[in-house]
């Protein structure tokens, strides 16, 4: 079982930046590959940005040179770093966790809602 939560969302202003944050706790033994999602209203759920099994980064073609991923694994912490934020960035933004080794991502926090006004 893995619990995630979220912080470091707020309201910013276009052009700026938010780091969001992502704590894990799990009581497995498993590997577990993390990603970023967000689900603006009326919108399907997208993934922002993951981590594969060997670290490689991937992100959606919107945030590609604005937003980075990465995590603190002695932590067992996510990261989101998002600078140059646009208005169309604004949606809830939740970690999710999946066993490296399945495709689905099975375990997600409650999300953290970003904002971003101009």
């Known amino acids: 079982q893995v619990q995630l939560a979220e912080s470091g969302g707020g309201s910013v202003q276009v052009g700026g930046s938010l780091t969001l944050t992502c704590g894990r706790s799990e009581y497995s033994a498993s590997s577990y590959c993390m990603g970023w999602f967000r689900q603006a209203p009326g919108l399907e759920r997208e993934r922002v940005a993951s981590l594969d099994f060997f670290g490689t980064e991937r992100y959606a073609d919107a945030v590609k040179g604005r937003f980075t991923i990465s995590q603190d694994n002695a932590k067992r912490t996510l990261y989101l770093q998002m600078n140059n934020l646009k208005p169309e960035d604004t949606a809830m933004y939740y970690c999710?966790?999946?066993?490296?080794?399945?495709?689905?991502?099975?375990?997600w926090g409650q999300g953290t809602q970003v904002t971003v006004s101009s």
């Open positions: 999710a966790a999946r066993i490296c080794t399945s495709a689905q991502y099975k375990y």
